[in-house]
T-cell receptor
Framework: AQSVTQLDSHVSVSEGTPVLLRCNYSSSYSPSLFWYVQHPNKGLQLLLKYTSAATLVKGINGFEAEFKKSETSFHLTKPSAHMSDAAEYFCVVSDRGNNRLAFGKGNQVVVIP | DGGITQSPKYLFRKEGQNVTLSCEQNLNHDAMYWYRQDPGQGLRLIYYSQIVNDFQKGDIAEGYSVSREKKESFPLTVTSAQKNPTAFYLC???????????FGAGSRLTVL
């Protein structure tokens, strides 16, 4: 079964500095990978997805992620943090063989003015 | 606008009571899902349904029940058998065969 590891459950960044959220996955087949964002007491919103096309994926709000098969990683980055980026971020993996999703435990991002 | 509507947003329940959380979508999606979210735990799948009148248990189905009588609706009942029901519940939907989910805004259940 597929699984996801997100280290650093809480991440603090200063406004205007880069954001890096790390995600490592385990999958038996060629995976699809996703990042979702959740603002307080809201549902999750898709930031970006990887489905075997380009390994560098661009998403909404200036976020991007790079799929590295050799490292089984899909880290999320943004060059410059904004106050509105304060939220929880989830990395998600899905095996091509089924549509079951495995969610990471999330990164809570705090942006310091 | 198309989307998923969950109600109520906040719900309080006494121990021993069943409660039903509503989930309605107007996206014409075939598949619908219920997830439970606890702090620091990520999301865990309770039930999912790929077509009307059919549904499957997820990873933590014990103490929950669902129905799928209409394509648009997938209500979740939290029964008194659920030992620790206080949580944030998220409903989602997707096009059949796709794995990109659209989420509702969630329902927060607190057991007093």
């Amino acid at each position: 079964a597929q699984s996801v590891t997100q280290l650093d459950s809480h991440v603090s960044v200063s406004e205007g500095t880069p954001v890096l959220l790390r995600c490592n996955y385990s999958s038996s087949y060629s995976p699809s990978l996703f990042w979702y964002v959740q603002h307080p007491n809201k549902g999750l919103q898709l930031l970006l997805k990887y489905t075997s096309a380009a390994t560098l994926v661009k998403g909404i709000n200036g976020f991007e992620a790079e799929f590295k098969k050799s490292e089984t990683s899909f880290h999320l980055t943004k060059p410059s943090a904004h106050m509105s980026d304060a939220a929880e971020y989830f990395c998600v993996v899905s095996d091509r063989g089924n549509n079951r999703l495995a969610f990471g435990k999330g990164n809570q991002v705090v942006v310091i003015p | 606008d198309g989307g998923i509507t969950q109600s109520p947003k906040y719900l309080f329940r006494k121990e021993g009571q069943n409660v039903t959380l509503s989930c309605e979508q107007n996206l014409n999606h075939d598949a619908m899902y219920w997830y439970r979210q606890d702090p620091g735990q990520g999301l865990r799948l309770i039930y999912y349904s790929q077509i009307v009148n059919d549904f499957q248990k997820g990873d933590i189905a014990e103490g929950y029940s669902v129905s799928r009588e209409k394509k648009e609706s997938f209500p979740l009942t939290v029964t008194s058998a659920q030992k620790n029901p206080t949580a944030f519940y998220l409903c989602a939907s997707s096009i059949e065969g796709a794995n990109v989910l659209t989420f509702g805004a969630g329902s927060r259940l607190t057991v007093l």
